[in-house]
């Protein structure tokens, strides 16, 4: 076996641990399965086992008898180095078997900057890059995840796509490959051919007319593991996840989780009961997060908490709950030493932007949080906005340094801790994502946000607030790769190949590298950032909400502009 | 108190000290057996482990101690049934207070395997009979520090591509790891350590834990 012969050449890498394998709760891998199952994310150990949806297939698919699922991650820099000079192919982490001898290898695909990444752990694998110079001796190559929903730009790297909700298409995908396999018959195409007729199954050889997302109907009787797989390390979130619901229904017109993740459906409190306490014994984590696109939309989140505090309480267990309202009731549940700091998602600085966009938050409802959660002891507010939002003015900005003085003079004078306020503003780059009203939208240009951003440094610095901001350029790019079509294929492997990978770490993002890419290809990165006209790469997707909605959406916020700036 | 010797091996080496800290906390959880918390604003479950082995020194002689009112038997059979593979309780003991493994430990003997069949070392004339032995290192500054720790080297012998070497250990340190380096490099010996496991801790006096405080 070839990772044994880097065994002991573990220690010259950082956090060797990431390499070993043998986590706690990971299944027994079954030898003889039909189908062996390869489930890769194309990040590093830490990131990828912070992953809730990865997770959740991982134990689907071994718990079926016939199929045996195994990890691999991307290997850091120093670990790659080791597996290049010995000769060591990329490998799962559980049996440490070379990817290139599992039936199916699928890859998770969370943000568009981790596309290099897919490139980089094929070229590990040594596995060809395309799926048109992949013969019958290797693996079927799929990605899932909500990338997934613009599949284009990577369609050349793989045979299939699941868009949507993976827990029923995977399992369904697996037992096809079984029959045909046992029966004898596999071939791929043959295989293609009659996946392709699953919903939620985008075949790229034969780029149907329109494909429907999956969805799995009762989240409430889906499956969702409780004895999870621990990480040999700490990872980012270092706790237990219990999945409350999935969707969300505010419909922030900027945001794409919120369209393609539609209709809201819910598990039931007593389901979640019952997984919690399920999860706390399993797993041994002293903190317990209810995770979903925005929990206190939950309808029953306090009858939830009235029944799941007493059990926490007794295992010792913290709840947590991404971005508390500190108004409402569910504060009193939340322990105190998690107390102090409050988060908003602000967005946009003026109301009239908000009301573009869609963020139903007020100045008066951040401002009366602050003052209740002030008095009651919290010396800590984060404030996040996005630069570069349809509509947006020099007003819109301005009013964020108005915002940030209003915080500051509410704590001076309702404050009971004698702390200083810890203030923080951060700011990412509006991205048009596909399925969102503002899909067509141009992307700011990077100067200008540039300049925004020196403007909030410099302001902010005045007041003594801490600032951190996101790359404009990174966002760039990651705009040109969600909105592409077939033509990117080409770009992402001239940018691996020149040396891109990991770029969702600021320090490994070579953008001079992407934008000679490009232009080796002909493209120019302002032209693919402009307002997008025409027909759109994604029409032959459908996530549930139609153009014509998205349209309109988009029309109700232009209406939204005018009518304020005729009013003024 | 219990008193717990554990095992980490099978690739366990590769954990941090403060992840294996982890895995037990978690262990204690799943496994249903209560610690005792420390006081204060923030209560942390109350263990109090030895001197941390360096990343990637395997073990076969671990010991902490741990503040709970549960048997012996159950802390050894439950955390068992809650470990990874390579993580394993050998021993346990109920004990009345604290032994402070941490400050009692004074050696520990280690086995060194090579990736190739060693020369012969004449580790008697040219290291145990002399008074001096010098370890050299490189600081974090990017310097050479050379330092004589011939007092933390107890026993030393070579049995084929295995040396066996009791060296100090908590006080008075010396790394299992950086002495095998530093033997090879002597020699102008090109093969690489393969596997460091601790076997045995002893006190300061070369009394082994095993016989002091689990018989
Ligand atoms: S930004 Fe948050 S609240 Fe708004 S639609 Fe998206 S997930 Fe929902």
Known sequence: MSFEKIKHLLLTVDKPARYIGGEFNAPKVKNNADCKFLMCFPDVYDVALSNLGIKILYHLLNEKKNVSCEFAFSPWFDMEKLMRENGVELYSLESKTPAKQFDIIGFSLQYELSYTNVLFMLDLANIPFRASERGEEFPLVIGGGPCAVNPHPISDFFDLFLIGDGEEVLPKLCDEYTKLKNNGTYRKSDFLKIVAGIEGVFVTSLNQESVKKAQVKDLDKTYF???????????????????????????????????????????????????????????????????????????????????????????????????????????????????????????????????????????????????????????????????GLPTETEEDVKEIISLTKKIKWTYKQYATNKKSLRLTVSSSVFVPKPFTPFQREGQMHLEEVMKTQNYLK??????????????????????????????????????????????????????DKWIEALKKNGLDPNELTRELKGELPWNNISVGVSQEFLENEREKAYKLREEQSESI | ????????????????????????????????????????????????????????????????????????????????????????????????????????????????????????????????????????????????????????????????????????????????????????????THSMVKLITKIKTYDKNGVDFDKKYFS
Not at chain 1, 482 to 495: F, L, P, Q, T, Y
Not at chain 2, 46 to 63: N, T
Request: glycine content about 4%; aromatic content about 10%; charged content about 30%.
């Open chain 2, 1 to 188: 108190m219990v008193i717990v010797k554990f095992e980490k091996v099978n690739m366990r080496e590769f954990i941090p000290h403060l992840d294996i800290m982890r895995v037990f906390n978690m262990a204690f959880r799943r496994s249903g057996l209560k610690v005792n918390y420390s006081e204060g604003f923030n209560p942390h479950a109350l263990f109090f482990f030895c001197q941390p082995l360096p990343l990637g020194v395997a073990s076969r002689a671990e010991y902490f101690c741990v503040s709970t009112s549960e048997t012996a038997e159950d802390v050894k059979n439950k955390l068992n049934e809650n470990l990874p593979k390579g993580i394993k309780i050998l021993k346990t003991k109920t004990v009345d207070g604290d032994p402070n493994f941490a400050a009692n430990c004074g050696r520990a003997d280690y086995v060194v395997e090579f990736d190739e069949v060693l020369p012969y070392f004449d580790l008697k004339n040219t290291i145990l009979k002399k008074d001096e032995f010098l370890l050299t290192r490189i600081d974090k500054t990017g310097q050479r520090k050379t330092k004589n720790v011939r007092n933390s080297i107890f026993k030393l012998s070579q049995n084929e591509n295995k040396l066996k070497m009791q060296l100090g250990y908590g006080n008075e340190n010396l790394r299992a790891d950086a002495m095998s380096k530093q033997i090879l490099t002597n020699s102008a």
């Open chain 1, 458 to 511: 410099f302001e902010l610095r005045k007041l003594g607030v801490k600032y951190s901001y996101h790359d404009a350029k990174s966002s760039q790019i990651e705009a040109i790769l969600c909105r592409s079509g077939r033509e990117m294929s080409n770009v992402i492997e001239d940018a691996y190949r020149s040396g891109c990978y990991f770029d969702a770490w600021t320090d490994k993002f070579h953008y």
């Open chain 1, 225 to 387: 593991p409780t004895k999870v797989i621990l990480p040999n390390l700490e990872v980012v979130h270092n706790r237990a996840v219990l999945e409350v619901f999935r969707g969300c229904a505010k419909g922030c017109r900027f945001c794409q989780a919120g369209f393609i993740c539609r209709p809201m459906r819910f598990r039931k409190v007593d389901t979640l009961i019952d997984l919690a306490s399920r999860v706390m014994s399993d797993i041994g984590y002293d903190e317990i997060s209810l995770s979903s696109l925005s929990t206190c939309d939950y309808p029953h989140l306090k009858e939830l908490l009235e029944k799941l505090k007493p059990i926490a309480d007794e295992k010792k267990v913290n709840i947590a709950l991404p971005s508390t309202r500190v108004d409402s009731f569910e504060s009193e549940f939340i322990d105190g030493a998690r107390k102090s700091s409050l988060t908003f998602a602000v967005e946009a600085g003026t109301q009239r932007l908000r009301d573009v966009i869609q963020k139903n938050i007020t100045e008066e409802n951040i401002l009366l949080s602050c003052k209740k959660a002030f008095e009651s002891g919290y010396s800590g507010v984060k404030l996040y906005f996005m630069i």
